[in-house]
T-cell receptor
Framework: EAEVAQSPRYKITEKSQAVAFWCDPI?????LYWYRQILGQGPELLVQ????????DSQLPKDRFSAERLKGVDSTLKIQPAELGDSAMYLC????????????FGEGSWLTVV | AQKITQTQPGMFVQEKEAVTLDCTYD???????LFWYKQPSSGEMIFLIY??????QNATEGRYSLNFQKARKSANLVISASQLGDSAMYFC????????????FGTGTRLQVFP
């Protein structure tokens, strides 16, 4: 069964350093999402792509976070500089098209900022 | 503003018994979708079941069913014949069809199944 691939699975970084996460959605899925999940809470959307275009990045802290999906396939989420409050799990998800009732998540990338 | 409420932080159920996980939602949109996800300790969000606001019948997927009561704005998940492997966090989520495409999640319910 096709899966959403994410890496790295775990990352420990020092405050003020840069960190990047990679996501490869299910083949053919046009819509890609990055969510952040703080321990004990539900995931919250950071950014949504439709192909290579950003559809919603209203909750993305743009002073330190950036996301790209250059060829409309895989995507990278970057944090620079990392802050202690960025410690969370970063989940990538994809769906065949916008408005689909099937949204599949990857295993997530756990970030700890020390 | 759209909102999802899960009032049960934790639930216990004995193996082979049924359990209901509560979810209420708030939206002004007439067209929306409701989702349930399971999150084991490994972290992956596993899609369980979907209910559209215009679906007349309650959604079912194997041992999972969604008790959809539109007038009460509730979308409870029912798991029948619980198994030890069902122990996990369960999240209810909603998407307004005519709004952004994003899912709004509740705070989750931790289910523990004991022998």
């Amino acid at each position: 069964e096709a899966e959403v691939a994410q890496s790295p699975r775990y990352k420990i970084t020092e405050k003020s350093q840069a960190v990047a996460f990679w996501c490869d959605p299910i083949s053919g899925h046009a819509t890609l999402y990055w969510y952040r999940q703080i321990l004990g809470q539900g995931p919250e959307l950071l950014v949504q792509f439709q192909d290579e275009s950003v559809v919603d990045d209203s909750q993305l802290p743009k002073d330190r976070f950036s996301a790209e999906r250059l060829k409309g396939v895989d995507s990278t989420l970057k944090i620079q500089p990392a802050e202690l409050g960025d410690s969370a799990m970063y989940l990538c998800a994809s769906s065949p098209l916008q408005g689909s009732n099937t949204i599949y998540f990857g295993e997530g990338s756990w970030l700890t900022v020390v | 503003a759209q909102k999802i409420t899960q009032t049960q932080p934790g639930m216990f159920v004995q193996e082979k018994e049924a359990v209901t996980l509560d979810c209420t939602y708030d939206t002004s949109d007439q067209s929306y979708g409701l989702f349930w996800y399971k999150q084991p300790s490994s972290g992956e969000m596993i899609f369980l079941i979907y209910q559209g606001s215009y679906d007349e019948q309650n959604a079912t997927e194997g041992r999972y069913s969604l008790n959809f009561q539109k007038a009460r704005k509730s979308a409870n998940l029912v798991i029948s014949a619980s198994q030890l492997g069902d122990s996990a966090m369960y999240f209810c989520a909603m998407r307004e069809i005519h709004n952004t495409d994003k899912l709004i999640f509740g705070t989750g319910t931790r289910l523990q199944v004991f022998p």
